[in-house]
């Protein structure tokens, strides 16, 4: 059983930063791409950034691409997301996602497993 567990959500000022963790059980981490998107109220679940297996190649959307940074620590089934410079678009509830290849994806339709979702809001 695969589980993906968020954490790291909160309030944070405009212009502050947060990092999410996810930590991954149930299969070997290290084989498998992870993602992270959002979902902002009355709007659809988007991608934010996504990681390879081996953590060398990343890709980000392009409304956070300079402020978020994804990173993986295998020995740890970790992966996180920091976020810095946030905006009050950012708002929205945060989701590990674990794909079923080695290569970052960049499709909800790419990922195999979700966690519950962290919420994370950006006041003005």
């Known amino acids: 059983q695969v589980q993906l567990v968020e954490s790291g959500g909160g309030l944070v000022q405009a212009g502050g930063s947060l990092r999410l963790s996810c930590a991954a059980s149930?299969?070997?981490?290290?084989?498998?791409?992870m993602g992270w998107f959002r979902q902002a109220p009355g709007k659809e679940r988007e991608f934010v950034a996504t990681?390879?297996?081996?953590?060398?190649?990343?890709n980000y959307a392009d409304s956070v691409k300079g402020r978020f940074t994804i990173s993986r620590d295998n020995a740890k089934n970790t992966v996180y997301l920091q976020m810095n410079s946030l905006k009050p678009e950012d708002t929205a509830v945060y989701y590990c996602?674990?794909?079923?290849?080695?290569?970052?994806?960049?499709?909800?339709?790419?990922?195999?497993?979700w966690g519950q979702g962290t919420q994370v809001a950006v006041s003005s």
């Open positions: 149930g299969r070997t981490f290290s084989r498998y791409a």
């Open positions: 996602a674990g794909s079923g290849t080695i290569f970052a994806a960049l499709r909800r339709e790419e990922y195999d497993y």
């Open positions: 990681i390879s297996a081996s953590g060398f190649t990343t």
